[in-house]
């Protein structure tokens, strides 16, 4: 953890993990689709329409994933001050978003010829809306400072009082009458999902998750280079500000350089 | 401790009554707003009766939403707030007497006007008892989610629009079990298990906003 | 420093109090549930009053479904216990079936019967296909199985 935090120790591991979870995932993803697409058989009930799942459910999935492990890069950010810690969260609140955000329309989409209604207002659906207004918040929190550093405490604060909504997300279907079914992979008494229907979800599942890692990873780094390049250019005019400098210039606290 | 807390949440009434216009504007936007309701979507008391509650609940968000900024930015530009930082007292009572006055001069203020304001949307006679309750059930909590982000907007380069992203989904909870408690108790279905739910949260709330805004004012000065 | 630190102790112990409070009133929260809708039974106890908008969530009785000439669709809400009868005028949703669950918003006429102006349907955590639903039912233990069937 400690060895991590350095930047460019991360990005030299970053660099040797990415194109691997990256080629698993391109791998991965025909697979999946035409187990899933093709493959796999209709629901005795929703007929074909159930395929949507295979995409809604690994994304749904990933939304709170995502949040998870901007929650503990909180943690990390606000107990040991890991400026690494800081720019992970924020690489990864776009990619958690665009995810709560394709589980919602596909949701929708889903929703309107099976239960007659784009939308309804019941606590699973609301809880995942709020999660995507939380991301939002996060990522509008994060860059509204001149300071990186001051920015990434604020938003780290702001997703730790927003992980109660994690819970509510996963609970809201055993403790409200929702209209959203209950969970049938993650439950206490075995899967209700059918094992040849099972097996390509899990298989999407994982596509997704890798997909976050290799995405997440180059955002970081492309992120760090960022706050390295700002550092630089501080550094630089502090230098250009003294001419007759006898003494190094004094550099600018640098957080991630 | 309790001291330290009381003469905070004093200092700030003090402040407060002493620019009488600024208190009021939140407890006046409330009531002008609610008015444009029945010009907007017609008097018909059904359909104000039907809307009430919810209409009432979205108000008071707003409203205190609004008087958030007044919470912590004066006293982060004059310096004051960086002393109660810097105090030898604990920030997290500190913080508790600031919204303690917050609540008296906004969330109070919403409460007492409430029944009135019942009255205006055709709310039937249970309404003004349920609704003042379920409002001092929840407006606390409205001023100690807010509080939170007020600290934590302070020093950035944004405003209220930015604070009402942070704001207003962690009041989504607030707003749905408040309008269900109202409406139940007019619909006759009962709305004591909201209440309970309500007051949960304002524990919640009590318990542990205090320690986000006294990390976020640390880190304002950090 | 020391008397900082009890003081800390002392927010954090007040701190966890109000929690353990709080978790105490979810608790007694928990007897009666928010709902998304209301019960037949609830109807039929008489908690709802005829003319008010409401949501009712059950299951599509057996062999109650009928459709009249002039479109209307007819059926029966019930929870195994108690019934109420449900009227729709529109299209219904694909999941719409006998011994499906349901969600009818509309207005509880005088009557006792339910004017539904929305029907939703809601469905269950089961997947499987077709031929393992047969198979399940054929063998006569449709409700048990599926949900028991552990991988």
Not at chain 1, 8 to 30: E, I, N, Q
Not at chain 1, 35 to 47: C, E, F, I
Not at chain 1, 56 to 64: D, E, F, Q
Not at chain 2, 27 to 44: H, K, R, T
Request: charged share 15%.
């Amino acid at each position: 953890m400690h060895r991590l935090a350095n930047p460019r120790r991360f990005r030299r591991l970053a660099d040797r993990v990415w194109p691997w979870t990256l080629a698993a995932m391109l791998l991965l993803l025909p697979v999946g689709l035409v187990w899933a697409l093709v493959v796999a058989p209709p629901d005795y009930q929703q007929g074909d329409a159930a395929r949507i799942m295979y995409v809604h459910v690994p994304a749904a999935w990933l939304a709170t994933f995502v949040y998870a492990v901007i929650v503990v890069s909180a943690v990390v950010a606000l107990v040991w001050r890991h400026p690494l810690a800081e720019v992970a969260g924020r690489a990864a609140a776009p990619i958690g978003a665009a995810f709560t955000f394709v589980a919602l329309v596909t949701g929708a989409i889903w929703g309107k010829p099976m239960w007659g209604t784009w939308w309804v207002w019941d606590a699973r659906l609301t809880s995942v809306l709020i999660l995507f207004f939380l991301y939002l918040g996060y990522i509008a929190l994060h860059d509204a400072f001149d300071d990186p550093q001051r920015g990434g405490r604020a938003a780290a604060i702001l997703a730790l009082v927003g992980a109660v909504d994690l819970p509510i997300i996963k609970f809201s279907v055993e403790w409200w009458n929702t209209l959203h079914q209950p969970a049938s992979v993650l439950r206490l008494d075995g899967p209700t999902i059918a094992p040849e229907m099972l097996w390509p979800l899990l298989v999407m599942v994982a596509v997704f998750k890798l997909y976050f890692v290799t995405v997440w990873l180059l955002a970081i780094q492309t992120r760090l280079a960022e706050r390295r390049i700002h550092t630089l250019w501080a550094r630089r005019s502090a230098v250009e500000a003294r001419p007759a400098a006898g003494s190094p210039s004094p550099a600018p606290a640098s957080p991630a350089g | 401790m309790i001291r330290a807390l009381l003469a905070v949440a004093l200092r700030d009434l003090r402040i407060a009554v002493r620019r009488p216009a600024e208190t009021l504007v939140g407890a006046v936007f409330f009531a002008l707003a609610l008015s444009l309701f029945p010009l907007g979507v017609g008097a018909s008391p059904d359909v104000l009766t039907r809307i009430g509650a919810g209409v009432i609940w979205v108000l008071a968000l707003f409203a205190v939403l609004l008087s958030l900024e007044r919470m912590f930015q004066g006293d982060f530009e004059d310096g004051s707030l960086e002393l109660l930082v810097l105090s030898p007292e604990p920030l997290e009572l500190l913080v508790l007497g600031k919204c303690l006055a917050h609540w008296l001069t906004s969330g109070l203020l919403l409460v007492l006007v409430s029944p009135l304001l019942a009255v205006l949307m055709a709310l039937p006679a249970e309404a003004l008892w349920v609704l003042p309750v379920a409002l001092v059930l929840g407006t606390p909590t409205l001023t100690l989610i807010g509080a939170i982000g007020a600290a934590l907007m302070l020093g950035s380069r944004r405003g209220t629009a930015t604070m009402a992203l942070l704001v207003l989904p962690l009041y989504i909870p607030v707003l749905v079990f408040g309008v269900s408690a109202v409406d139940g108790y007019l619909l006759g279905l009962g709305g004591g298990t909201q209440l309970l739910v309500l007051g949960a949260m304002l524990m919640v709330a009590l318990a542990l906003a205090p320690f986000a805004t006294a990390a976020a004012l640390r880190l304002a000065f950090a | 420093m020391r008397f900082r630190k009890r003081q800390r102790l002392l927010i954090v112990g007040l701190a966890l109090l109000l929690l353990a409070g709080a978790s105490a009133l979810v608790l007694a929260a928990l007897g009666d549930s928010v709902a998304f809708f209301v019960t037949p039974s609830e109807i039929a106890a008489g908690e709802a009053e005829p003319g008010r908008r409401l949501r009712i969530g059950g299951l599509v009785a057996e062999g109650s479904l009928s459709r009249l000439p002039d479109g209307t669709v007819r059926f029966r809400v019930t929870d195994t216990r108690e019934e109420v009868t449900v009227t729709y005028r529109g299209l219904l949703p694909d999941l719409f079936r006998e011994g499906q669950g349901v969600v009818v918003t509309g207005t509880l006429r005088p009557d006792g019967t339910f004017a539904a102006d929305e029907v939703l349907a809601k469905h269950d955590e089961r997947y499987m296909p077709k031929e393992v639903a047969d198979a399940l039912e054929e063998a006569g233990y449709w409700e048990g199985a599926p949900r028991g069937e552990k991988r």
